[in-house]
């Protein structure tokens, strides 16, 4: 064969390369139908295929960005926001999702130029609501960088069927009458809570944290059930691009009736961990001292270790789901069986919870929970002499938070308890409603 025919023959396949190329066209609206169905990582997938062939055209650019934020490739999805930018700079989706793409490579400055140029654009509200979420969430992402504070005031009125968890007279078969102040009573309730923390770092990647709190309530007949809380905590955190260790001391006062019932003084140690843009592990590790002037028998020490995991899902109402898990062991300082029977328990428990979102304004919240107590020793109570206790705790709240300005939340709550015991003497039921005016500063 000669030179000119091998040429010709090498030419011709040459030319094949890009029609079999061609053959596997790119679908733009193959792109679309799995952009608009929140399938982002499959979006992503497919766009990637194309980049060569199709960036620089702004509508692929923004759907390949966007699929490539929500697949964890923040870096990739900002770069393709920038070049649909260069031709559409008043295109306030576009800024807002370069925006949050910074955000998520805690790029704060910059992510903080870019949400407040969106707002310049004088977007709908959604978006003004939605930027000014990230505005405020970047406030406390600098408390990396500098000292922030924050707080809250709450007001709220309510109704409480069991104030004082008490067991009711017709559960009652071995003892037959109690005190009044045992047997549970309903009454209604205000309620005046309140908490400031400041930040502060001093190194690189170290901050320290304080915080107060303080709970006020008071019953509208059962004045003897008024309760008082107060909690310091003072703790050092160290913080890595995915991970945030944090230790904390704490000291709280519980009143009861204007007279100090019980306080409690500890040690919390935690590591919250991102797994990924969208799920967190946090682990606690928790030791406390319980001190009850008046009831020396119940003076013990608790130690409990806790993991949670959440996952935030795109899409519609935006669910945030979470599922933890603990245990402990509460040790009396007495060595009475009096005591350990009643003080004395292991402890284990679970706790499932989600989050809806409706509008930025408006959400929903609800979590069941139980957990689990077996006493150390038998009981010492004559009717109950020889049992050894165990309790059933369940829990179930829900709350409606509606944000009806910038700075003011009213929340409507609700909850159920009930203690399910071998111990008749610590059966109840308990359902409280709330409705409460927040004020965040």
């Known amino acids: 064969m000669s030179h000119k025919s091998m040429l010709a023959i090498a030419l011709l396949l040459l030319l094949q390369i890009p029609l079999a190329f061609a053959a596997e066209t790119f679908d733009t609206d193959h792109l679309k139908t799995l952009f608009n169905n929140y399938q982002r990582q499959q979006a992503y997938d497919y766009a990637r295929q194309y980049l060569a062939q199709m960036e620089g055209d702004p509508y692929f650019d923004y759907m390949y960005g966007v699929s490539a934020i929500d697949a964890g490739h923040a870096s990739q999805g900002v770069f393709a926001l920038e070049r649909v930018l260069l031709a559409y700079p008043d295109d306030h989706v576009a800024r807002l999702e370069l925006a949050r793409g910074y955000f998520i490579l805690e790029e704060y400055p910059r992510a903080r130029q870019e949400f ?85 770092p001093f190194a690189p990647g170290w901050m320290f944290n304080t915080g107060l709190n303080a709970d006020i309530r008071k019953n509208s007949q059962l004045s003897q059930f008024d309760t008082l809380t107060g909690t310091l905590q003072l703790g050092v955190s160290r913080l890595f691009k995915d991970s945030q260790y944090k230790g904390t001391l704490l000291y709280q006062d519980f009143n009861l009736d204007g007279d100090k019932y019980r306080s409690l003084a500890g040690l919390n140690l935690d590591w919250i961990y991102s797994i990924t843009q969208k799920s967190r592990l946090t682990t606690n590790l928790q030791y406390v001292l319980l001190d009850y002037p008046d009831q020396d028998s119940r003076n013990s020490s608790l130690a409990s270790l806790s993991l949670s995991y959440s996952y935030s899902f795109s899409g519609s109402l935006s669910p945030y789901v979470f599922l933890s898990a603990n245990i402990g062991q509460e040790t009396s300082d007495d060595d009475s069986q009096g005591a350990k029977s009643n003080t004395d328990r292991s402890i284990t428990g679970l706790r499932t ?86 004020y965040a500063f």
């Open 116 to 200: 407040e140029k969106v707002l310049a654009l004088n977007p709908p509200r959604s978006v003004q609501e939605t930027t000014q979420n990230f505005l405020d969430q970047i406030r406390l992402k600098e408390a990396r960088y500098r000292t922030t504070s924050s707080g809250y005031v709450a007001l709220g009125y309510g109704s409480d069927t069991n104030v004082n968890s008490g067991v009711g007279q017709d559960k009652l078969t071995v003892i037959t009458s109690l005190d009044a102040n045992s047997l549970g009573q309903d009454d209604s309730f205000s309620n005046l809570s309140g908490a400031w923390q400041i930040t502060v």
């Open 353 to 438: 919870g989600i989050n809806l979102t409706f509008t930025p304004r408006l959400a929903f919240q609800t979590s069941v929970g139980l957990q689990k107590s077996e006493y150390g020793a038998e009981q010492t109570f004559p009717a109950f002499f020889g049992i050894t206790r165990s309790d059933d705790f369940v829990t179930a709240d829900m709350a409606l938070l509606w944000l009806f300005s910038k700075d003011w939340r009213l929340d409507t709550r609700a909850s159920y308890i009930k203690n399910d015991s071998n111990v008749e003497l610590y059966n109840y039921d308990r359902t409280q409603v709330s409705l409460s005016v927040n």
